[in-house]
């Protein structure tokens, strides 16, 4: 009907001596990715904290440990894994031979990575959401429970199916036997770590 109407009032126009002028086309609305959630974790660190940091620059950002006397790994030197005094409640960081490995999520945190999952969230939802990228593997120490990765720079090969590059980057959602998220690790290979330091 449209097109008909269009039609008439071009023929109307051309004979009255005037070109008639095509519609303009309508073009559908433009859709925006959802933006990223604020102060959320992602592979490359949370808020000021950025993977690759050193223990200084960690400490002048979020303070140093919040529990002096805890031990957070066998040699401290080597790889240290503690709660900042500025943190937000339910944060760990990882210190390796002096530098930010990785940040995990625990316990009460209302943290979520970039794609709004944390502690609570469901494997499923994570699998649904990442698709093929999300990598499934069996916990080591629960049955029924499993680790599921993601890496947004660099990942595992069939020839190296751990992963050692520093400059890997990816967010491992680790689960319980009922499927419900207990941990978020996100950063560089030793988010593959299934004891804290080892």
């Given amino acids: 009907m449209r097109l008909l109407a269009t039609v008439a009032i071009a ?13 303009e086309p309508i073009e559908p609305p433009v859709t925006e990715a959802p933006a990223p959630l604020a102060n959320a974790i992602t592979s490359d660190g949370w808020n000021t904290l950025r993977v690759g940091m050193t223990r200084a620059e960690v400490t002048a950002a979020v303070g140093a440990t919040a529990t002096p006397g805890a031990v957070g790994g066998p040699d401290p030197a080597a790889c240290d894994l503690f709660h900042p005094a500025y943190a937000p409640e339910g944060m760990l ?45 069996p916990h080591k120490y629960v049955e029924g429970a499993e680790y599921i990765t993601i890496w947004s720079v660099g990942g595992p090969s069939a020839a190296a199916p751990f992963v ?27 988010i593959q770590n299934v004891e804290g330091c080892s």
């Fill in 11 to 23: 023929a109307l126009l051309a004979a009255c001596g005037q070109q008639a002028t095509p519609p």
């Fill in 93 to 137: 960081v990882m210190i390796q031979q002096d530098l930010l490995t990785s940040i995990i999520l625990r316990n009460n945190t209302t943290l979520r990575t970039d794609r709004g999952f944390g502690v609570g969230s469901s494997a499923a939802e994570i699998k649904t959401a990442y698709g093929a990228s999300a990598v499934s593997e």
């Fill in 164 to 190: 050692e590059d520093t400059n890997a980057r990816g967010v491992r959602y680790e689960t319980n036997a009922q499927g419900i998220v207990t941990a978020v690790h996100a950063g560089g290979p030793s």
